[in-house]
């Protein structure tokens, strides 16, 4: 049983089209990330959301925009897609208790490749 | 601003050496400071944790080393072997944040 499932794996799109990516977690957890990964492998987070509140990483595009129709899914949204937005893009949960830390557990991430 | 530093960017290690990478931070609120471990194709998996009530932290292979004063804290793999061969990454949090910063990534190689 996949804890965080996200898809599709592999996303290869011409410039200018909008995209979706989507994000499941079985889990139970109250918080969902989105992160880019670039061809570098750095991790930036692009968003953080939960039950209360979405926090935006404020140098992210605002052609990015998560949805959430459930505590479950994040799903990614990403409009006129450029050269640039190519990367592995993952999705992470966790449980945020108060006055702790968790474990971020991350999907199998998605290659997006823009032409 | 990248708000954990981590090095170096790659390390080759015969098979039953000792892997080390060090990662540094300045933000003096995080106090959880987890490690993680990307295969090719797959997403990050937590490897070890620690916080900074403790300077070392012990499983199996892995240590993390913690020097608060430093703000500094270390992954060390013992008898390292060929299927540790992986992206490793640093990161921090603080409590209530919901929000993890990862290092920049150390690609380790075990060679036979």
């Known amino acids: 049983d996949t804890a965080v499932s996200q898809t599709p794996k592999y996303l290869v799109t011409q410039m200018g089209n909008d995209k979706s990516i989507k994000c499941e977690q079985n889990l139970g957890h109250d918080t969902m990330y989105w992160y880019k990964q670039d061809s570098k492998k750095f991790l930036k987070i692009m968003f953080s959301?939960?039950?209360?509140?979405?926090?935006i990483n404020e140098t992210v595009p605002n052609r990015f925009s998560p949805k959430s129709p459930d505590k479950a899914h994040l799903n990614l949204h990403i409009n006129s897609l450029e050269l640039g937005d190519s990367a592995v893009y993952f999705c992470?949960?966790?449980?945020?208790?108060?006055?702790?830390?968790?474990?971020?557990?991350f999907g199998q991430g998605t290659r997006l490749t823009v032409v | 601003q990248q708000q954990v530093k981590q090095s170096p960017q790659s390390l080759i290690v015969q098979k039953g050496g000792i892997s080390i990478i060090n990662c540094a931070y300045e933000?003096?609120?995080?106090?959880?400071f987890p490690w993680y471990q990307q295969f090719p194709g797959k997403g990050p998996a937590l490897l070890i944790a620690i916080r900074p009530d403790v300077s070392e932290k012990k499983e199996g292979r892995f240590t993390i080393s913690f020097n608060k004063s430093a703000k500094q804290f270390s992954l060390h793999i013992m008898d390292s072997q060929p299927g540790d061969s992986a992206t490793y990454f640093c990161?921090?949090?603080?409590?209530?944040?919901?929000?993890?910063?990862f290092g920049t990534g150390t690609r380790l190689t075990v060679i036979p």
């Open positions: 992470a949960s966790s449980q945020w208790a108060a006055g702790a830390s968790a474990e971020a557990f």
């Open positions: 990161a921090a949090s603080r409590t209530g944040a919901n929000n993890l910063f």
């Open positions: 933000n003096t609120a995080f106090d959880y």
């Open positions: 959301y939960n039950n209360k509140e979405l926090i």
